[in-house]
């Protein structure tokens, strides 16, 4: 099935570091979504994009919509303990679609 | 007010029984899903009901079996549990684009957490 290659797997930064982790795909989704899981609870949704080329921030998070459909990064900006967690990619194609999720990237800020 | 509500928040049970967890959206959608996390934390589609009508049906044991009594509810019955259910089960609800017209994300429940012994 449809797979999505999230890097890094895992990020151990100092606070104040700048992020950055990115999603491949094979094929093209229409939707590109980013989602942060804290530990004992559900994914909650960061950004979403929709329109190749969509550059959209949320507060110290940037992520971009991939040109070629096929890619999306996610960057945080001046990083702080709270951001620790999982951060997932997921990609839809269609509306009502499932949504292909990512393997996730751990991530660890060091006060 | 919780947007997307899951229980129990913990289930721990024996080999063989059958379980059900509920799951109820206050947000007027009109999809809701059911994914499976498993240890690695890999999140996976197992079903999806749009207007309560099965629409995804991931290749799942037939002992799994969803049930959408309304739009705002979605429980899973478990039958004959083994142990490797055990995992962390999330409900989502969506509002579905061509529908509403609004741009469609996926909102997710606080998890079940099932451990079969």
């Known amino acids: 099935g449809q797979q999505l290659n999230q890097s890094p797997q895992s990020m151990f930064i100092q606070e104040g570091e700048d992020v950055s982790m990115n999603c491949t795909s094979s094929?093209?989704?229409?939707?590109w979504l980013w989602y942060k899981q804290d530990p004992g609870e559900g994914p909650v949704l960061l950004i979403a994009?929709?329109?190749?080329?969509e550059l959209t921030s949320n507060g110290r998070l940037t992520a971009q919509f991939g040109i070629t459909r096929k890619d999306s990064f996610l960057n945080i900006s001046a990083s702080i303990p709270s951001d620790v967690g999982i951060y997932f990619c997921?990609?839809?194609?269609?509306?009502?679609?499932?949504?292909?999720f990512g393997e996730g990237t751990q991530l660890t800020v060091n006060p | 007010d919780t947007a997307v509500s899951q229980t129990p928040k913990y289930l721990v049970t024996q080999m063989g029984n059958d379980k059900s967890i509920k799951c109820e959206q206050n947000?007027?959608?009109?999809?809701m899903y059911w994914y499976k996390q498993d240890s690695k934390k890999f999140l996976k589609i197992m079903f999806s009901?749009?207007?309560?009508?099965?629409?995804i049906n991931e290749t799942v044991p037939n002992r799994f079996s969803p049930k959408s009594p309304d739009k705002a509810h979605l429980n899973l019955h478990i039958n004959s549990l083994e142990l490797g259910d055990s995992a962390v089960y999330f409900c989502?609800?969506?509002?579905?684009?061509?529908?509403?017209?609004?741009?469609?994300?996926?909102?997710f429940g606080p998890g079940t957490r099932l451990l079969v012994l």
């Open positions: 994009l929709y329109k190749a080329g």
């Open positions: 009901y749009n207007n309560k009508e099965l629409i």
């Open positions: 094929s093209i989704f229409n939707t």
């Open positions: 947000l007027g959608h009109d999809t």
């Open positions: 989502a609800s969506s509002q579905w684009y061509w529908a509403s017209g609004v741009k469609e994300t996926q909102y």
């Open positions: 997921a990609g839809q194609r269609t509306s009502g679609s499932r949504l292909t």
